[in-house]
């Protein structure tokens, strides 16, 4: 049981349950207890009326007439009773009828005891000592039993029903006593960095639920905090990198203009300004990531039609496919409309298209697969690298985070994909990595809310443009098609 309400509710079930299954076990001991004592009072009952029968002077009577004289008295006392009156060592004095010539069990030290005949059932037995006789009067308890056992009954029902009671009871009371923790959780779910100024809602009582709400919002403070002056140190370092940067990058220049260099010095400060393009291109990442954490960058989302746009994209990702020795193949799959910067979603397809043809062999296949359906643009970007294991797919979108090297003499520096979430987070988008078909390679997959069907207008209009699509009938949108290029 993971959930603390269904915890609860089985605590408070079992504890009431078991509660009231330890009362019934005290109930029956003393019901059964009293039930006995009542039997034992019927037989002392009897026995004093015999020995009122009796009279004082039993001692001077005849055994004839002392058993005449029990016989009259337990006449109709035979009904509930069982009689046995003898001289111990002697012999019998009265014997009941209805023994039908069993004896009742002696038990030695005891004079009220539990006892079974056979053919008669359980008895009640008290023995009465009224010297010289020994009176022996017995009580059929089967009914007692009965009553017990259906004590046990009654007591079995009642106890499955506070189960059942209990358990609804536990779970409406744990319903309700959780409540200020489900807010707490859906307060904490819902801030994140983009929102660490939300707080937790404080009930007036001072319990401790209200306290741990009260050290999440300090917590969350710090966080905010936290968060403000690495954003602020993010963005006023890397702005305050940028001079000397530029100032040592004139400096270099001024050197080799000049003319005056070795040329082992050259190519000492040719190297220089590369390591200085590629410092201010992680400055210009790093102030990128930052102004899109702090929600700083506001991209000019307008719903469009992306098959212009992945026309003009495919020519230039398939020239830089060939460059270095892979085939570049796009598939365009559907039509929709889709609200997207191109500017930003061209960053992000380039930044995967660089990482696909670094991690695929000379002449290997990268694809680039757009497909409208359930209501996004999902663009896919496949190579036939070697790939990713499973529990480091969610890794590389993290900053300076580099599972293996580039081709050639580039390095990569760790944050295009983390650039790449931020830019289809911005669009309210997401972007996740999947093993390539086949298993073999890398698929990085984004998606994008999609917007509707390409209406014929746009169709016709890019038909006309690029001679790619087919225009349809007035009123009736672009049936689905594919396209590919290599």
């Known amino acids: 049981m993971r959930s603390i309400s269904t915890r609860l509710a089985a605590w408070y079930a079992l504890a009431a349950t078991v509660t009231l299954a330890c ?119 089967a009914q007692v039993f009965k009553v017990m056992d259906g004590y046990v009954e009654v007591c079995t029902g009642l106890l499955i029903a506070m189960l059942a009671v209990s358990t609804v009871i536990g779970f409406g009371l744990s319903w309700l006593a959780l409540r200020p923790v489900r807010l707490i959780r859906e307060t904490a779910s819902r801030i994140g960095s983009d929102n660490l100024s939300e707080r937790i809602p404080i009930a007036g009582v001072r319990d401790e639920i209200s306290e741990l709400a009260r050290l999440l919002n300090q917590m969350f403070n710090r966080l905010e905090s936290s968060f403000k002056q690495v954003r602020r140190f993010a963005a006023e370092a890397s702005h305050e990198l940028k001079t000397p940067l530029s100032l040592v990058r004139l400096q270099a220049e001024k050197l080799l203009v000049d003319g005056r260099l070795s040329p ?72 929709g409309l889709a609200a997207f910067e191109a500017q930003r979603i061209r960053q992000v397809l380039l930044n995967l298209l660089a990482n696909a043809v670094a991690a695929s062999p000379r002449d290997g296949v990268i694809t680039l697969r757009s497909t409208f359906g359930s209501g996004v643009w999902r663009v896919s970007v496949e190579d036939q690298g070697a790939g990713v ?33 931020s830019i289809i987070e911005l669009h309210r988008g997401r972007i996740w990595a999947e093993a390539a078909a086949g298993g073999q390679g890398l698929k990085v997959v984004f998606e994008i809310p999609a917007t509707g069907l390409v209406p014929q207008g746009i169709a016709e209009s890019i038909a006309s443009a690029g001679g790619e699509r087919v225009p349809s009938r007035e009123g009736e949108p672009v049936p689905l098609s594919e396209e590919t290029e290599t």
């Open 23 to 141: 009362l019934f076990v005290v109930g029956y001991q003393l019901l059964e207890s009293y039930l006995i004592h009542g039997l034992d009072l019927l037989n002392t009952a009897e026995f004093e009326q015999i020995r009122a029968r009796l009279g004082p002077d039993y001692k001077t009577l005849s055994l004839d007439v002392v058993n005449q004289r029990i016989r009259t008295t337990t006449e109709y006392a035979s009904v509930l009773f069982y009689f046995d009156v003898n001289i111990p060592k002697h012999s019998t004095v009265f014997y009941s009828a209805n023994l039908r010539g069993r004896v009742i069990p002696d038990v030695p030290k005891k004079h009220r005891y539990d006892a079974s005949v056979p053919g008669i059932g359980p008895l009640r037995v008290a023995e009465f000592l009224l010297p010289p006789f020994d009176v022996t009067i017995a009580t059929s308890s």
């Open 264 to 335: 082992a010095d050259e190519d000492s400060v040719q190297m220089q300004l590369e390591e200085l393009a590629r410092l201010n291109q992680i400055i210009e990442e790093l102030l990128f990531l930052s102004r899109a954490e702090a929600r700083a960058i506001t991209l000019q989302l307008k719903p469009q039609d992306p098959c212009r746009f992945l026309h003009t994209f495919g020519q230039d990702a398939r020239v830089l496919a060939e460059h270095h020795g892979r085939v570049f193949v796009l598939v365009r799959e559907g039509e």
């Open 389 to 421: 294991p499973p529990s480091e797919r969610e890794r590389i979108f993290e900053r300076f985070v580099r599972l293996g090297e580039r081709s050639g003499d580039e390095s990569g520096s760790g944050l295009g994909l983390a650039i790449c979430r």
